[in-house]
């Protein structure tokens, strides 16, 4: 008996007549070569046909929780844990976070057969069953042997919802389904669960609670160290625990608005003036590459990047000076991650390409490749996954790499890299292996590495997807201090609060070409600028645009 | 997925993939133990010809074989040729030794290459991966957990594929400069295959997870439902008696048509 | 304390392969076949350079069995990982993917042996050295049967088998270790491993609070 995994006095069936869904007692848990327990004696329960929202900070353990009350661990996962009682729901549901790993067939109708079949369900009722589920989500496809890649995240996460509820559960378990979501696929995503939670008990682990959190019963609020602190009606607990939800970086209705009050919001957000005073007075770091006030550091004339030899992304005309923080917006698939390696010359590009005064020429022979690169060194990327972007095994290595190759002196470089990574908040993990960091923090490492540089120009493809509200604003608080040493940056982003608030100008793209480009209201709010001026009103003219192409997020939708 | 993409239905689209699993194994086993040159030879010609007629592959398509068989056939048959054991030598020059026997050995290897690829490509452009896991569980009790795990293997791959352009991209952006010789290729493929390995053990683990959560029991085929039938059919009989007819034409032809008239090829 | 009823819920047995253990095996070496396919079709255009050279890169082919085995630790995920290195030929829509599956089954089978001579208990660089060369001697015998190998002149065949062990022994053993501790580093490899009692009792234990 000593080797059992759980000890618990089970009733797996709904037979016990209390009117509870999921309950587990004392419970304690611990993943082998972590120090620490991650529960220890914790008690949970849920009543039936309740919908709880359970809250934390990253890596208290919300995930595991789920998974322990729905069973999976330790039956499918293996993990160290006993409790004193726990009651498992006969039938259960989970949606987990990731669309790309959910699935296991290729097509949409495979996937669904494969719950089916594991149910031993007959196969003339098949595509009856698939039909009815897709409905419920919301997901109407003409032809269900379709392949799934073929799907928009939002479409995919409802797929998987539409596999859950094939199981017939009495319980969903929703662990972050919408974290790699874009915003139009967080509509969609919690639409379908609203629409199918008729009747069921949810329980929901999320970070970004904007869409969802009024229509929650009830909220549950962890500590770090994962034990509750509050436990009751949602605005109960967001007005007791304001501090707590803005500490842990929950995205919470308003947190914008917050940040923006506080001390480092307003600095981040304050208004834009005129180039040429800000570089002036606020030279933080002296090194910055290029400055020549006036003059622009990119640009582009008829500039097309092409992906087997067809244009994937048009720009007729377009200007970055130093200083400048654009926000390049728009669909998926629209061309926007396509931009930003057409400029750093990933993607074969055509057209006028002049980067800090000197023309990056298009070209394979040798000689003018070896040119090209040493110009594209001036400008710094930031790829989406961070993890793809590492080189070495410690972390300190990591930012003293990009700083030995431009030649710099190794003790200069270990100094700045040093620096760096103290304010980023990485400092005293030298030795740590680059994977063994939370989401955040790698994050924060891949930025930093390119941040170190002091590059020219800054590309960054959504740095802040998926990340919870803490981790964005450190981003953004690092990016406006290399905005104000000069360097300009480009954001691919779906954050419409961070194209209206902390940068300085929005670029639009819609099918491959740049639709609009325009000063963002921080740009409008100072004075005039020098710059090319369309009218009178920039706040009101970069505001329809957003709001004409349906981005604009107006918060909560109960 | 078959990247063969046929245009034409034949019979042997519609036989049962286990049927045809187990008729091109024992194709092979045929062919494996065929020591006779003059037999191998027919066999190799007949099963293109098979090849040919039942791929269904668009013609053009059908270069694609052809050219790797001709190289495959160049480097076996000249390996044995040059270095095999033998008797009667007819050629030396250092360290080669043609000989009778290593000749028409390596020629009868070189047959046998081709037999056994158009054996093999009967097989492999008239089915895909999905039906012959479908039909291995249905019709041969395979336990779920290894044929889903194939599928679901086989769908993750593009992914793989997708990270490594990425990572591609991101070492030259860092700027890696290559470290030459043996060790330098070493570390390179490791700065590849490192992460692209991390992710995958990762993904597979979540998707194993998903799995599990669909309440999939990986251990029992019995238990559960199948979503694509698998039945035999007329077009399984029908297959079987065209091949073993084939077998047997090159068997006959070799008796009654032999073009070396050597008989058992190897050494004693 | 009170009654398990794991086996009512049906909790996997501990020692057999778990899904997750198959998927990765599965996932990892198709990973591995395809860069060999890649790698291996470029080699092969240098092939002529010196005879059999490419039998000094042969030993790619066991990478799958071995470094499956140093991922998983269970019995069977050799031979498993090495058809599915060699279903990547099949998948690619070659003709020898067939005689592949084979020559898989038995180079898994190879390594197999020499792990289970070891009971499954050995991760040291011997073990996966011999494990690569079981390897090897698995595609031998095979070759015995396809290719009349044993009618090779002795010199060639003693040169041609030595380079394959060597090469299975090098580089499906000493490389693959190499990397496994390289992925051990990254910290993806603690997903892969079973529980301890010590982590069991762990959970009891005041320290941990």
């Not at chain 1, 400008?379 to 003293?400: A, K, S, Y």
């Not at chain 2, 290894?146 to 599928?151: E, G, K, R, T, V």
Request: charged share 20%.
């Amino acid at each position: 008996m000593s080797k059992t995994a759980a000890r618990w006095v089970s009733s797996s069936t709904a037979e016990a007549g209390t009117e509870q869904a999921v309950h587990v007692e004392g419970l304690r848990l611990k993943y082998p070569g972590e120090e620490r327990l991650m529960f220890k004696d914790l008690s949970f329960s849920a009543a039936r046909g309740e919908k709880v929202l359970l809250l934390g900070p990253s890596g208290c353990g919300k995930s595991t929780l789920l998974q322990v009350l729905s069973g999976m661990i330790p039956r499918a996962t293996e993990v160290p844990m006993k409790c004193e009682a726990q009651l498992v729901p006969r039938s259960w549901g989970y949606v987990f976070q990731d669309p790309d790993t959910q699935f296991c067939m290729p097509y949409v109708d495979e996937e669904l057969a494969f719950v089916l079949e594991n149910l031993s369900v007959p196969r003339d009722e098949m595509k009856e069953r698939m039909q009815a589920v897709l409905h419920e989500v919301g997901l109407d496809l003409q032809e269900l042997h379709m392949p799934i890649s073929h799907l928009s995240q939002g479409m995919k996460q409802r797929l998987a919802l539409a596999s859950a509820l094939l199981l017939e559960p009495e319980v969903l378990f929703l662990d972050e389904p919408s974290a790699l979501l874009d915003p139009e696929g967080r509509e969609q995503i919690w639409s379908a669960v609203k629409a199918v939670s008729e009747g069921r008990t949810l329980i929901i682990v999320e970070h970004r609670i904007e869409e969802m959190a009024q229509y929650v019963d009830r909220v549950v609020l962890f500590t770090p160290d994962g034990a509750i602190l509050g436990d009751g009606p949602p605005a109960a607990i967001f007005a007791e625990y304001a501090r707590e939800l803005q500490a842990y970086g929950i995205w919470y209705p308003g947190v914008w608005e917050d940040y923006a009050e506080s001390r480092a919001g307003r600095e981040l957000f304050a208004p834009v003036d005129a180039p040429g005073d800000e570089l002036g007075s606020l030279m933080l770091e002296a090194d910055s590459s290029y400055a020549h006030l006036g003059e622009p550091v990119i640009r582009l004339d008829d500039f097309r990047g092409l992906r087997w030899e067809k244009p994937v992304v048009s720009l007729p005309s377009a200007e970055v000076y130093p200083g400048d923080f654009i926000a390049v917006i728009g669909p998926n698939g629209a061309g926007k991650s396509s931009l930003l390696l057409s400029l750093m010359g990933l993607l074969r590009a055509e057209g006028t390409y002049v980067l800090c005064g000197e023309e990056v020429i298009q070209g394979k022979r040798r000689k003018v490749r070896k040119k090209r690169e040493r110009q594209l060194r001036q400008i710094g990327f930031v790829f989406q996954n961070p993890e793809l972007q590492f080189l070495t095994e410690r972390i300190g290595d990591e930012v003293m790499y990009s700083l030995l190759v431009d030649h710099m002196p190794p003790d200069e470089a270990k100094a700045r890299a040093d620096r760096c990574l103290e304010r980023f908040g990485l400092d005293g993990m030298d030795n740590r292996h680059p994977y063994q960091l939370s989401t955040g923090q790698k994050r924060r490492l891949s930025v930093a590495t390119a941040m170190a540089r002091q590059p020219a120009v800054l590309l960054l493809d959504e740095p802040t997807f998926g990340q919870d509200a803490r981790n964005t604003f450190a981003i953004l608080e690092m990016c406006e201090r290399l905005r104000r040493a000069g360097t300009a940056i480009l954001m691919v982003t779906h954050e419409m609060e961070i194209a209206q608030r902390a940068a300085t100008h929005i670029w639009e793209i819609r099918e491959g070409r740049l639709t609009s480009s325009l000063p963002s209201p921080r740009w409008c709010s100072g004075t005039e600028s020098g710059r090319e001026t369309d009218g009178a009103n920039h706040a009101d003219a970069s505001r329809d645009t957003l709001a004409a192409s349906g981005y604009l997020h107006t918060g909560v939708n109960a | 997925m078959n990247i063969w993409n046929p245009v034409r239905i034949t019979w042997l689209h519609r036989a049962n993939p286990v049927v045809k699993l187990g008729l091109i194994c024992a194709l092979f086993f045929m062919t494996v133990l065929t020591h006779d040159l003059d037999f191998v030879i027919y066999q190799a010609f007949i099963f293109m010809i098979c090849l040919v007629l039942l791929s269904g592959v668009k013609p053009w398509k059908m270069l694609l074989f052809f050219i790797p068989f001709l190289l495959a056939f160049i480097s076996s048959a000249s390996s044995m040729m040059l270095f095999g054991k033998g008797e009667t030598i007819w050629w030396e020059w250092g360290l080669f030794r043609v000989s009778e026997e290593s000749f028409y050995r390596g020629l009868h290897l070189g047959f046998k290459g081709i037999a056994f690829a158009s054996e093999g490509l009967l097989l492999v452009t008239t089915t895909s991966s999905v039906d012959l896991f479908y039909s291995l569980m249905q019709k041969l009790r395979l336990a779920p957990k290894y044929a889903y795990s194939f599928m679901a293997s086989i769908r993750l791959l593009p992914m793989v594929w997708e990270e490594y352009v990425i990572r591609r991209q991101a070492l030259k952006v860092r700027g890696v400069r290559p470290i030459r010789g043996v060790r330098g290729m070493v570390h390179r493929a490791g700065m590849y295959v490192v992460p692209l390995l991390a992710q995958s053990i990762r993904r597979a683990h979540r998707v194993a997870a998903a799995m599990e959560a669909k309440q999939f029991d990986g251990d029992r085929a019995k238990a559960r439902t199948y979503y694509y039938p698998s039945r035999y059919s007329r077009y399984d009989l029908l297959v079987v008696g065209l091949l073993a007819a084939a077998a047997c034409c090159a068997y006959i032809a070799a008796g009654y048509f032999p073009w070396f008239g050597i008989g058992d090829v190897r050494f004693d | 304390m009170g009654t398990s009823v794991q086996e009512k819920l049906g909790v996997q047995p501990r020692k057999g392969l778990r899904l997750s253990d198959i998927l990765v095996t599965v996932l990892v070496s198709l990973v591995l076949g395809v860069i060999y396919h890649f790698w291996g079709s470029v080699y092969n255009l240098l092939k002529p350079l010196f005879f059999e050279a490419d039998e000094l890169l042969y030993g790619m082919w066991f990478a799958a069995a071995t470094l499956a085995y140093l991922l998983i630790r269970k019995p069977g995920v050799a031979i498993i990982a090495e058809v599915a290195a060699a279903h990547v030929e099949v998948l690619f829509g070659s003709g020898w993917g067939l005689t592949l599956l084979l020559y898989g089954l038995i180079q898994g089978l190879g390594a197999e042996l020499v792990f289970a001579a070891f009971r499954y208990r050995s991760t040291s660089a011997w073990t996966v050295a011999i494990a690569g060369a079981g390897a090897a001697v698995g595609s031998m015998v095979m070759d015995f049967y396809y290719s009349y190998t044993d009618d090779l002149q002795t010199w060639m065949f003693l040169a041609k088998y030595g380079m394959r062990v060597l090469s299975g022994a090098v580089i499906a053993g000493l490389l693959m270790l190499l990397l496994a501790k390289a992925l051990d580093r990254t910290g993806v490899t603690s997903l892969l491993r079973p529980a301890s009692k010590k982590d069991y009792e762990a959970l009891d234990d005041p320290r941990h609070v």
